[in-house]
Nanobody, 123 residues
Framework: QVQLVESGGGLVQAGGSLRLSCAAS????????MAWFRQAPGKEREVVAS????????YYADSVKGRFTISRDNAKNTVYLQMNSLKPEDTAVYYC????????????????WGQGTQVTVSS
């Protein structure tokens, strides 16, 4: 099992930046594919970005391509989401998720979730 704890959310003006972190417990972090999802009020949870175990392949939702960067440090058991040029529509609770064998965009398929961190972008 793995436990995930997100941090780094907050309030930022449009055009600003934030870096989210997701720290994982245990010694097997490098065996998990990781992803960031977000959920805005009244909307379904949607994938933002994902990264495979080695970090060699990443995926981004069209809405964040060119603005967000996902990365991981397996030595620190941490996955990051660098968010630049933030827009009001990026406002949501951001969650990190993990799965041993799945690295896609369907939230239902991920086994482990953090508690979420709120990101609010003001216009």
């Amino acid at each position: 099992q793995v436990q995930l704890v997100e941090s780094g959310g907050g309030l930022v003006q449009a055009g600003g930046s934030l870096r989210l972190s997701c720290a994982a417990s245990g010694r097997t972090f490098s065996t998990y594919h990781m992803a960031w999802f977000r959920q805005a009020p009244g909307k379904e949870r949607e994938v933002v970005a994902s990264i495979i175990r080695s970090g060699g392949i990443t995926y981004y939702a069209d809405s964040v391509k060119g603005r967000f960067t996902i990365s991981r440090d397996n030595a620190k058991n941490t996955v990051y989401l660098q968010m630049n040029s933030l827009k009001p529509e990026d406002t949501a609770v951001y969650y990190c998720a993990a799965h041993r064998d799945y690295s896609g965009s369907v939230a239902y398929n991920y086994d482990y979730w953090g508690q979420g961190t709120q990101v609010t972008v003001s216009s």
